[in-house]
Nanobody, 117 residues
Framework: QEQLVQSGGGLVQAGGSMTLSCQTS????????IGWYRQYPGKERELVARVTNGDRRNYADSVRGRFTISRDIRKSTVYLRMNELQPEDTAVYYC???????????WGQGTQVTVSS
């Protein structure tokens, strides 16, 4: 059973920065498109940033220019660096590994990010 293990998160003041980590296996990282999603209470998860297995990246309009997704192949880890955090960034953040050709998707356990004003 493949796993995604998240770390990071917590409380930060508005304007601050935080990095989330998502560790997986090298096999998954080589095959999957890895995304970071966030979920507000009572809402569906929304895509924040994604990096493909070909290292292409895309971002939600609300975070473009503030958040950066990156991969460390040696550590089999994907990061989400979040700068200029705002209270509206407060949510539970999840990493996701999607492997379309295998029809499989995996989720991390989720981590709370709270931005105080």
């Amino acid at each position: 059973q493949e796993q995604l293990v998240q770390s990071g998160g917590g409380l930060v003041q508005a304007g601050g920065s935080m990095t989330l980590s998502c560790q997986t296996s090298g096999r998954i990282l080589g095959l999957a498109n890895i995304g970071w999603y966030r979920q507000y209470p009572g809402k569906e998860r929304e895509l924040v940033a994604r990096v493909t297995n070909g290292d292409r990246r895309n971002y939600a309009d609300s975070v473009r220019g503030r958040f950066t997704i990156s991969r460390d192949i040696r550590k089999s880890t994907v990061y989400l660096r979040m700068n200029e955090l705002q209270p509206e960034d407060t949510a539970v953040y999840y990493c996701n590994a999607d492997i379309p050709r295998l029809g499989r998707t995996y989720w991390g356990q989720g981590t709370q990010v709270t931005v105080s004003s």
